[in-house]
């Protein structure tokens, strides 16, 4: 069975840092790309960052970029993602999710990333920076 597992989050004040881990089990983790992605209130869910599962290359939003770093340890089945420069409007709730390598299932959240999709999903963790 495949589990995710965010952890990291939350409370920080504007500018400040926080390093998210995500902890992946079930499945061969070296094989699959993993995506940080995060939903506001009120808002859809959106790609932040993502790294592939070869040559680890990365792809970050544009509101994001400078600030986020992904990176992934493959010995522990774990990537990180760490933000600095925290703005309030980084506030959210940050899921981790693995790649999508078989058909669409009706019902699942099924998001894209750097051209990768993803659909298996963490619980999230919450990010709250305060101003």
């Known amino acids: 069975e495949v589990q995710i597992v965010e952890s990291g989050g939350g409370l920080v004040q504007d500018g400040g840092s926080l390093r998210l881990s995500c902890a992946a089990s079930g499945f061969t983790f070296d094989d699959y790309a993993i995506g940080w992605f995060r939903q506001a209130p009120g808002k859809g869910r959106e790609g932040v960052a993502c790294?592939?599962?070869?040559?680890?290359?990365?792809y970050y939003a544009d509101s994001v970029k400078g600030r986020f770093t992904i990176s992934r340890d493959n010995a522990k089945n774990t990537v990180y993602l760490q933000m600095n420069s925290l703005k309030p409007e980084d506030t959210a709730v940050y899921y981790c999710?693995?790649?999508?390598?078989?058909?669409?299932?009706?019902?699942?959240?099924?998001?894209?990333?750097?051209?990768?999709?993803?659909?298996?999903w963490g619980q999230g963790t919450q990010v709250t920076v305060s101003s």
């Open positions: 790294i592939s599962s070869n040559d680890g290359s990365t």
């Open positions: 999710a693995t790649e999508r390598t078989t058909a669409r299932v009706m019902g699942v959240i099924n998001l894209a990333c750097g051209g990768i999709e993803y659909d298996n």
